[in-house]
T-cell receptor, first 116, second 113 residues
Framework: AAGVIQSPRHLIKEKRETATLKCYPI?????VYWYQQGPGQDPQFLIS???????DKGSIPDRFSAQQFSDYHSELNMSSLELGDSALYFC???????????????FGPGTRLTVL | GEDVEQSLFLSVREGDSSVINCTYT??????LYWYKQEPGAGLQLLTY?????DMKQDQRLTVLLNKKDKHLSLRIADTQTGDSAIYFC?????????????FGTGTRLQVFP
């Protein structure tokens, strides 16, 4: 079965540079989530999109922005990178149910961002 | 996460049962999940339980939910070395407006021969 695809898998950037992470959800899934997992930490919710609109927002820095496109893929844009942004960034996708709730979230393999 | 707590480490012998515990604080959570993360890898969904259930069994996995005490546990029967990983519990309200996952701190399970 098709899974969530994330690219790139690894990314190395310098401080103050920008980075763009991409996420391709499972086919027919309409909701995308972004999570950040620092070293030895649990994943923290950043932001989510449903049908190309932002649906929820967590602890996402102002330097980060994200969007969901018409083909449902999503991109997380990160500017003015800091050392503390080094982390594993996960994308997850889910499908809305008929009752309006959201089904289980399935995670991609993550993008490991290293900021030097 | 600050609202979901787990013990940090668990060490078991191969073939024994493992029990990983989780305490959550939001009584309005609708879904409770268990995810497995191997070193440097993504999050693999193991199982989940609705808040109106007490127990769910799926092959070697048994999930118990005590809603009164806000306590969730994952029992792995006949634990194998391949089960060595970090296990995260997670809660979600599962509604239309806010279905983000709040993760626990993770339990590192080590299985020795």
């Amino acid at each position: 079965a098709a899974g969530v695809i994330q690219s790139p898998r690894h990314l190395i950037k310098e401080k103050r540079e920008t980075a763009t992470l991409k996420c391709y959800p499972i086919p027919r899934h309409d909701t995308v989530y972004w999570y950040q997992q620092g070293p030895g930490q649990d994943p923290q919710f950043l932001i989510s999109f449903y049908e190309k609109m932002q649906s929820d927002k967590g602890s996402i820095p102002d330097r980060f922005s994200a969007q969901q496109f018409s083909d449902y893929h999503s991109e997380l844009n990160m500017s003015s990178l800091e050392l503390g942004d080094s982390a594993l960034y996960f994308c997850a996708s889910s499908l809305s149910t008929r009752e309006g709730a959201r089904d289980t979230q399935y995670f991609g393999p993550g993008t490991r961002l290293t900021v030097l | 996460g600050e609202d979901v707590e787990q013990s940090l480490f668990l060490s078991v012998r191969e073939g024994d049962s493992s029990v990983i515990n989780c305490t959550y604080t939001d009584s309005s959570s609708t879904y409770l999940y268990w995810y497995k993360q191997e070193p440097g890898a993504g999050l693999q969904l193991l199982t989940y339980i609705f808040s109106n259930m007490d127990m769910k069994q799926d092959q070697r996995l048994t999930v118990l939910l005590n809603k009164k005490d806000k306590h969730l546990s994952l029992r792995i029967a006949d634990t194998q070395t391949g089960d060595s990983a970090i296990y995260f519990c997670a809660e979600s309200k599962g509604d239309y407006n806010t279905d983000k996952l709040i993760f626990g701190t993770g339990t590192r399970l080590q299985v020795f021969p």
